[in-house]
């Protein structure tokens, strides 16, 4: 079965950095396009970042942009997520999505990360 | 940035049919897709391409998409069909992905 398994969520200082790391099983994982979804708690789903199949094209919401960086690693079938300078507003559970001509056909289960003194 | 507005709650009784909206500036030339969240479960695509199911979706739910207005069905409401549903878009200009604020789908 298709999988996707988010891990490295924790609590966070403001201010501080974490990294996220996105385990994928069962597919050709250098074919999909890889995005970070987030869902901060009681709220809707936000879009957070993509990255194309060979790195080529990487893409950021503008809430992120020059804080995250996304990254991944073909042969270990991994997506990672590097988040520094976190905010409070940062707080949300954090999905792994594959994408399928820009529709996310896979989601993890989701990680969550929480800014907080 | 391109704005997608749903209404935040949609009510109808079993057997009925739920029509959910979503609202943005000439949607209708772009391709939508619908998402289903169920309570502490992750997403779900039910439509993706304005009006295609992915295998193992019911033929009950469908999507069209036209002028400003892209709509999700779901036909013979069933109690299982509670959740929130969000729409989603990409916006190619800015080569932004854009979801829409969530609809709650509630089972009378």
């Known amino acids: 079965e298709v999988q996707l398994v988010e891990s490295g969520g924790g609590l966070v200082k403001p201010g501080g950095s974490l990294t996220l790391s996105c385990a994928a099983s069962?597919?050709?994982?250098?074919?999909?396009?890889m995005n970070w979804v987030r869902q901060a708690p009681g709220s809707g789903l936000e879009w957070v970042s993509s990255i194309s199949g060979i790195s080529n094209y990487i893409y950021y919401a503008d809430s992120v942009k020059g804080r995250f960086t996304v990254s991944r690693d073909n042969a270990r079938n991994s997506l990672l997520l590097q988040m520094n300078t976190l905010r409070a507003d940062d707080t949300a559970v954090y999905y792994c999505?594959?994408?399928?001509?820009?529709?996310?056909?896979?989601w993890g289960r989701g990680t969550l990360v929480s800014v907080s003194s | 940035s391109y704005v997608l507005t749903q209404p935040p709650s949609v009510s109808v009784a079993p057997g009925q049919t739920a029509r959910i909206t979503c609202v943005g500036d000439?949607?209708?030339?772009?391709?939508v897709h619908w998402y289903q969240q169920k309570p502490g479960q992750s997403p779900v695509l039910v439509i993706y391409?304005?009006?295609d199911r992915p295998s193992g979706i019911p033929e009950r739910f469908s999507g069209s998409n036209s002028g400003d207005t892209a709509t999700l069905t779901v036909s013979r409401v069933e109690a299982g069909d509670e959740a929130d549903y969000y729409c989603?878009?990409?916006?190619?200009?800015?080569?932004?992905?854009?979801f829409g604020g969530g609809t709650k789908l509630t089972v009378l």
């Open positions: 000439d949607i209708g030339y772009k391709r």
């Open positions: 999505v594959r994408s399928n001509n820009w529709y996310f056909d896979v």
């Open positions: 989603q878009v990409l916006h190619s200009r800015s080569d932004d992905v854009v």
């Open positions: 391409d304005n009006s």
């Open positions: 069962k597919f050709r994982f250098s074919a999909y396009n």
